[in-house]
């Protein structure tokens, strides 16, 4: 009690104070995912110290999986919290947290700054009504790993992969084809990026109605191609990112579809299968048509309950400076979202695959647009669980729970 | 159960019985004081559980969605219909919730036993062996949880690997149910021994000794002699675990996370509060938890005959 009235003399001295001369720099409060890098405690410093006092930025770390982080600054968005100035948003988030009212729209103005050499799908997760409410912060995608030793030529299709995996297993060779098949967000990613590649959209643009079709058939064929022949893993439904990871680096697999952090992380590990390995862009679903993988990443925002929004919205663009975007990446290993960066030399030697994932991100596809993401991603999921069962007849549930996932009825799985 | 425990020993002190000798003054303003004396408890309970209750119950007649603000408006019971028609998911976590309860007490209850009668009978070293045998109980439970997670993990746990060599039995809906139970009945069986312990205090040693002059067996002793003397006891050590097993969320949320279909009620409740941020469907759910735990205990103190806290003052 105590302490609560001090904090409120307090407050109410340093409101009548006036000025802010005489209080110094504010403090603004960036919720972000633990970065073990210490890539964004420096671009922090670097940015508070270029505001000329201004602006102090304080790091305030979030849990290390996405839900947990979602549920911290939920809770504390329901009640208001005027602390939380700059939010780290998942690519997914903005549109529940733009409709609830959390985050603020970026002006005009400074929303056109931001579009600006920024990576146009990348945008398009930070826009939702038409207003742009988050900056795009860094970006991810997923490529298509291989071993040299085993596969000469990269398959371009799914159907070529799954063809010249069957025929590895017949030579006794390893064949797996490692994906994340699991009851979690990583399955919901690979379903969106086989119905984007065949041509198909899960949610309509305005995020109000299920659009599954044709193209969704043809996803769910290949996932039961996959799951019902010899390169599929045994334990695909209960694969994560680093499952697949570590298949790969024990030597158990032919191919893996996994994000660039497995390059290095092979390197460490096992030096024998990373001198056999190599990247190429993720295989198509139709032959001909071009793959339209899931983009992943984190857009920053700023509170709806924050005091200090100018200088918020002035930071967010410090922290993707050319230069902070460039640190994030030779550091921290996150890619950038200005398409500028790209040509760097500095970044082109720290990532040696930077020409794959630029010509993924050109073309990457987005998650369903809806308030109701996580309802919708859990019910795919959930529906789809194991991969082994799944079939084209899945498409009627399918559909139907989406769909009460956006009209937010039913239960959530 | 805390609340009805207040609202009756409020009665009993209030109303009086009827046909005692007519209340004298000193017995009056004796009642005032007890009147007095409980009031600041009454008006904390009020705050921190009436409140919230009445709120949750409120909150389940509406459609609130956090993420649509806009569309919140009052739909009767269309939360509770949408959960009782749902047999994928609240009907199944009710099942596997009524099978976690009804298996892990059981086992509890007869190893609570068991460990008892030892607590009870040891002649070395007894203040050693009732410390030892709390230790579970005194381990934080997510801590716990965690530990047999990873024991059960193949690759960095001992125990996956005693089935055979890649399994991975917490990804199986029935060997991670068996390993939930599992984990609760080696934190809670302390709880559960503790418990029968005082029950079997209460049983005079000459009445066990007057059996054996009878002839009668130690299996006699024990059914014939002990658990009827010892039932009170053991009614309100079944009734607190029964309560506690049907709410069970930790052990689950760190084992499983609810995947492979293991969730427990509190489980999907969470999920549609926490995840969904859906709070009329939540609430719902709230509220239909809590109404079937009052069941059982209604259907222990109503139907088994087990004494309710605070009935003392009646007696």
Redesign the interface.
């Known amino acids: 009690m105590g302490i609560v009235l001090a904090a409120l003399a307090l407050a109410v001295a340093a409101g009548c104070g006036g000025g802010q001369s005489s209080s110094g720099p504010v403090t603004l409060n960036w919720y972000i995912f633990p970065e073990f890098s210490g890539a964004f405690v420096k671009s922090a410093a670097a940015c508070s110290q270029a505001s000329n006092g201004a602006y102090q930025i304080k790091i305030q770390t979030l849990p290390n999986a996405a ?1 947990g982080q979602r ?1 911290q600054m ?2 504390r968005l ?1 009640a208001d919290d005027s602390s939380l100035d700059i939010l780290g948003l998942d690519v997914t988030w903005t549109p ?1 947290f733009a ?3 959390w985050i603020t729209p970026w002006p005009q103005d400074l929303a056109q700054k931001i579009q600006n050499g920024t990576l146009q799908t990348m945008l398009d997760t930070a826009t939702w009504n038409g207003k742009l409410y988050s900056a795009p912060f860094n970006t991810n995608t997923q490529l298509l790993w291989y071993r040299k030793d085993l596969v000469p030529n990269p398959p371009k299709t799914w159907k070529q992969m799954i063809s010249m995996a069957t025929e590895l297993s017949k030579q006794g060779k390893p064949h797996y084809i490692e994906i994340q098949g699991a ?1 979690y967000e990583g399955y919901t990613v690979w379903f969106n990026t086989l119905v984007a590649s065949a041509g198909g959209q899960i949610v309509s643009d305005d995020g109000q109605k299920v659009t599954l079709n044709q193209s969704a058939v043809q996803a769910l064929d290949t996932i039961h191609q996959l799951a019902n022949s010899p390169a599929v893993d045994p ?1 695909i ?2 694969q994560m990112e680093d499952q697949t990871r570590l298949q790969f680096e024990a030597g158990r697999a032919a191919f893996e579809l996994n994000y660039p952090y497995v390059y290095p992380s092979a390197k460490a590990d096992v030096p024998d299968i990373f001198k056999n390995m190599a990247w190429t862009v993720y295989p198509t679903v139709k032959e001909g048509v071009p793959t339209h993988v899931t983009i992943g990443g984190i857009d920053l925002a700023v509170g709806a309950f924050s005091q200090h929004k100018q200088q918020a919205f002035d930071a967010i663009q410090c922290l993707r400076s050319p230069q902070n975007e460039i640190r994030n990446a030779v550091l921290g290993g996150l890619p950038p979202v200005l398409e500028s960066v790209y040509s760097d030399p500095k970044f082109q030697k720290a990532y040696p695959m930077w020409q794959a994932i630029f010509t993924t991100l050109k073309q990457a596809s987005v998650r369903p647009k809806t ?2 993401y ?2 919708v991603s ?1 019910q795919i999921s959930y529906t789809l669980s194991p991969p082994t069962s799944v079939s084209a007849k899945d498409l009627g549930t399918l559909k139907s729970r989406i769909q009460d996932a956006i009209d ?6 | 159960m805390r609340l009805g425990a207040v609202a009756d020993a409020g009665t009993a002190v209030g109303t009086g019985r009827p046909g005692r000798r007519p209340i004298t003054e000193r017995a009056r303003a004796e009642r005032r004081l007890a009147w007095l004396l409980c009031a600041p408890a009454v008006a904390v309970m009020a705050l921190v559980a009436i409140y919230p209750i009445v709120y949750a119950i409120y909150l389940s007649f509406q ?1 609130y ?5 806009d569309s919140k408006s009052w739909i009767g019971v269309d939360n509770y219909t ?2 009782l028609s ?1 047999t994928d ?2 009907w199944q976590a009710f099942g596997v919730t009524v099978l976690i309860t009804v298996v892990s007490v059981a086992i509890e209850l007869v190893l609570g036993m068991a460990v008892a009668i030892v607590m009870h009978r040891a002649i070395f070293g007894r203040g050693i062996i009732r410390t030892a045998v709390l230790v579970p109980y005194g381990i934080v439970t997510v801590a716990a949880a965690f530990s047999w997670q990873y024991a059960w993990t193949p690759g960095t746990g001992y125990l996956a690997g005693l089935l055979s060599s890649t399994a ?1 039995p917490l ?1 199986h809906q029935w060997q991670a149910i068996a390993i939930i139970i599992l984990a609760e009945v080696w934190k809670t069986t302390p709880f559960m021994a503790l418990l029968l312990l005082a029950g079997l205090s209460l049983v005079p040693e000459e009445l066990l000794r007057a059996a054996k002059v009878d002839g009668a067996t130690a299996w006699q002793r024990f059914w014939r002699v002990m658990v009827p003397v010892m039932k009170p006891a053991i009614l309100v050590a079944l009734l607190f675990r029964t309560l506690d097993a049907f709410r069970i969320f930790d052990n689950i949320y760190v084992l499983t996370q609810g ?1 492979q279909n293991t969730r427990s009620v509190s489980i ?1 409740d969470y ?2 509060l ?5 709070l009329g ?1 939540g609430s719902a759910m709230s509220v239909l938890i809590f109404l079937a735990t009052a069941l059982i205990a209604f259907a222990y103190i109503k139907g088994f005959g087990a004494a309710a806290p605070g009935q003392e003052l009646e007696r």
């Open positions: 839900d549920q939920v809770r329901a529940e409709e609830a009212g009851q334990s439904g209960n308030p109701a996580q309802s859990l937010s009825k039913g239960l959530v799985p | 459609r969605d956090l993420r649509f603000p949408t959960i749902s998911l609240w991975a990804t995947s999907l999920d549609q926490f995840t969904a941020l859906n469907v």
